[in-house]
């Protein structure tokens, strides 16, 4: 194992370089693998000239079994470099999403969501023998179903959103315009370059601020870049030279942080766990008052001095008796019971938390 170098651009075969990783040792992997596209001929378009499309080496294989073979090495690899707490994003097409997903259940990782990615602007069908394919898919997923403490930024999202949950759909159109990175002779300098955009909502709702995201297929750098824009760090895995060199220019024009990196998940603060009993014996709700329910107030508890109620022939705590009145499995007595102190309707939750600030005289 090597010691892992932050911000950083491995080269070499991305198996190998994962193989040398310290385990659980990053937060957060997007993985953008080739796709096994199976182009079998050139395309051109009907004024016969010709589409540059995915014909690289990389995205070349023998069969479907020498695919799914590298597959399950670099899952397996990216599974045990990742931390219990983490999560990974693979991205791929109906040519190979399918192949990579079911590898994936098989290695034990537990799927969060499948994204669609909606293109706005997609390549069209050429030879008019297909539909328009306008959609990619986002695999989310933890390191297993016991694993539940990963990140996941709902509230910062949903403002990302304009104040609403973000769905599983994303409407962002492809790499294109200023965007695309080109090298001197003119031409793409990656066939698959993603938007930005795609890899800010993948690094803002799933990594915390200083974080640490690994992209095992880094081509250009867009992890990178967006990594460093939002405060977060990244490690790079890469083969090719080429890429390298346009990863490394890209990602040190960098000079300022996207609004967003200063951008914090909220979390409301649980109320220390209080017996409804303590309230009674510090007299803060006395024993013989009433509790009301809300709705017109039509029912009504008294208070015992063991500190649960007497509501009709049943005798329980705070949240058993509500679960009865409302014929539920369950219920939180603190947010369904009100008194009345001092003319005034109070729900008993207001006053376990002024019990819990010391302020006994209500």
Known sequence: MIELKKNHIYQGDCVEILKI??????DLIFADPPYNMQLKKELYRPNNTKVDGVNDDWDKFSSFSEYDNFCIAWLKECKRVLKDTGTIWVIGSYHNIYRVGNIMLNLGYWILNDVTWHKSNPMPNFLGTRFTNATETLLWCSKGENHKKYTFNHKLMKQYNGGKQMTS?????????????????GKKAHSTQKPEELLKRIILSTTKQDDVVLDPFFGTGTTGAVARKLGRNFIGIERENDY??????????IKLLL???SWVETFKEEQPKVPFVNLVRENIINAGELLYTRRRYSKKAEVLSDGNLHYEDNIGSIHRIGAI????PSCNGWKFWYIFKNNKVLLIDDLRTEYIRGNYIL
Do not use: F, M
């Open 21 to 26: 990783l310290p385990s659980h040792s990053v």
């Open 244 to 253: 390298i060199q346009v990863a490394k220019n890209r990602i040190e024009s």
């Open 325 to 328: 009145i409302q014929k539920t």
């Open 169 to 185: 759909v994303w409407n962002i159109g492809l790499c294109i315009g200023k965007e695309r990175i080109k090298g001197e002779d």
């Open 259 to 261: 609004p967003e990196s």
